[in-house]
């Protein structure tokens, strides 16, 4: 049996209206890769589901199963609980209300489709060496647009 591909990400914001950064670290056997990205203006929620869609589109094989790990219930219960009555809804919450970043579920979905995904809820700050590690370069990605 093959290994899985292990994935941890982490999106961050400073203010939650402001700078925002996402890392992730993606690790095969003995590859590992690091990405990072950041925004001007977006929020914590936005940049949790950016690193996760960075992380999937990296992903070129949908042959290999994907064990991915985030420290965001958001996303965790959006992909788990939520997508699936918002798809009946036509990206509606309960309250009728439109599903707010819906640009970036819509994308996910395609994606979490696309491929066999264990999604792995892991608490944030725990010495978790792939939170920390995806913690630490959303972290790098905000000092980037701070520092300029």
């Known amino acids: 049996m093959m290994n899985r591909i292990v994935i941890y990400t982490d999106g961050g914001c400073r203010c939650n209206t402001g700078i925002g950064g996402w890392g992730v670290w993606l690790k095969y056997g003995d590859y590992d890769k690091k990405l990072k990205g950041n925004e001007k203006k977006t929020t914590n929620n936005r940049m949790e589901l950016t690193a996760t869609i960075k992380a999937l589109e990296e992903i070129?094989?949908?042959?290999?199963?994907?064990?991915?790990?985030?420290?965001?219930?958001?996303?965790?219960?959006?992909?788990?609980?939520?997508?699936?009555?918002?798809?009946?809804?036509?990206?509606?919450?309960?309250?009728k209300r439109p599903v707010k970043n819906v640009d970036l579920w819509?994308?996910?979905?395609?994606?979490?489709?696309?491929?066999?995904?264990?999604?792995?809820?892991?608490?944030?700050?725990?010495?978790?060496?792939?939170?920390?590690?995806?913690?630490?370069?959303?972290?790098?990605?905000m000092d980037k647009i701070s520092l300029s």
């Open 60 to 95: 070129k094989s949908n042959q290999i199963g994907i064990d991915l790990f985030t420290d965001s219930k958001y996303v965790i219960t959006g992909i788990n609980e939520w997508m699936k009555n918002w798809k009946v809804k036509n990206w509606e919450t309960s309250k």
């Open 106 to 141: 819509q994308r996910l979905d395609v994606l979490n489709k696309q491929h066999d995904v264990i999604w792995y809820w892991v608490k944030s700050h725990s010495n978790n060496k792939g939170n920390d590690i995806a913690d630490e370069l959303a972290n790098l990605a």
